[in-house]
């Protein structure tokens, strides 16, 4: 197949899906209301599922150590700034989700498997693995309803309680334990694999959609969309450099690796940061944010596809 239709079968859907968030805004198809109903399926629902399956078919090597090792210290840094001291300087709720985790499922995948095939895909999926570990508490915490001051002890009674972490946890069990191999050769695994992966569908469309119905650059926002996105961009081109550095000191490193930290560093932030919002400000900055690192992301996507040729 023609390289410009393989781009194309990835890049046309996604803009596709938010322009309709777009349109059903505009012309009032979906209320603000329908929409964070929307949002909320795909959070309490479909995202759980998504971390079981992930959990559970995680598979490790040498090269995946290398990787999570490298990257996970730096997105650590990356949420406690926005947790610390990036929210006293912008106040917005869901501040923390645009730095703890970039959009690997639904592009970085993807793309990654364009430049160098299927097999290859899971160099991007485990470094959506590591930063779960950011995303989980950054999650449980943005969604925890412990009151206005809560202390210490709520949140992380809420962050244990979380079916974020649950289900992750669960995953990681059975995968390790062998668990998960044993329902698969019962014919269970494939059940319940199949149950999750069914209720997750929808995720990727419904977190698309919101940003384009949230995604607003009117004269009130668009300053601190600008700054928040150039924020981004700079914290995590300095993360690609010195990854990129510490790779140096490692010999007979697979280039391939170096790539896959390359587009991981050039992605949006999570989709999912507009749905952590709690009020219309917190919607529509993060939504904007993702769809100008959006276009970012696919202006550097497109130089690595002609380096990588």
């Known amino acids: 197949m023609d390289p410009f239709f393989s781009v194309a079968q990835v890049i046309v859907p996604i803009f596709a899906a938010v322009f309709l968030g777009v349109y059903a805004r505009k012309h009032g198809h979906i209320t603000w209301e329908g929409n964070q109903g929307l949002q909320r399926f795909a959070i309490d629902f479909g995202l759980p599922c998504i971390l079981f399956n992930s959990c559970l078919t995680a598979r490790i090597d040498e090269g995946s150590l290398l990787t999570m090792g490298l990257v996970l210290p730096l997105v650590i840094l990356s949420t406690l700034w926005a947790f610390r001291r990036g929210r006293k300087r912008f106040a917005y709720h869901n501040l923390p989700m645009l730095f703890a985790a970039q959009e690997t499922g639904m592009i970085g995948i993807p793309l990654f498997m364009i430049l160098f095939g299927a097999d290859q895909a899971f160099r ?24 206005k001051n809560p202390t210490l002890g709520q949140i992380g009674k809420k ?40 209720i997750s569908q929808p995720v990727s469309t419904v977190m698309l959609f919101s ?97 990588a040729v």
């Not at 991007?124 to 009151?147: E, K, N, R």
């Not at 974020?164 to 319940?192: K, P, T």
């Not at 940061?273 to 550097?300: N, Q």
């Open 211 to 307: 940003v384009g119905y949230n995604f607003s650059l009117s004269k009130e926002n668009r300053e601190e969309i600008f700054r928040i996105a150039g924020i981004h961009v700079l914290l995590y081109g300095v993360f690609c450099l010195l990854i990129q550095g510490a790779l140096l000191l490692v010999p007979n490193v697979d280039p391939r690796i170096r790539w896959s930290i390359a587009l991981y560093c050039a992605l949006p932030p999570s989709y999912l940061a507009p749905g952590l919002g709690r009020r219309k400000e917190d919607y529509a900055v993060a939504s904007g944010v993702c769809s100008v690192l959006t276009l970012v992301c696919m202006g550097v996507f497109c130089c690595m596809a002609a380096a």
């Open 159 to 198: 962050v244990i309680a979380s079916p974020f972490l649950l289900a992750s946890l669960l995953g990681l069990a059975l995968n390790l334990s062998g668990a998960g191999d044993w329902l698969n050769q019962m014919g269970a695994g494939q059940i319940i694999t199949g149950v999750t992966s069914f």
């Open 124 to 147: 991007v999926g485990i470094l959506d693995l590591t930063q779960t570990a950011t995303v989980i508490p950054t999650i449980a915490v943005l969604t925890a309803d412990a009151g």
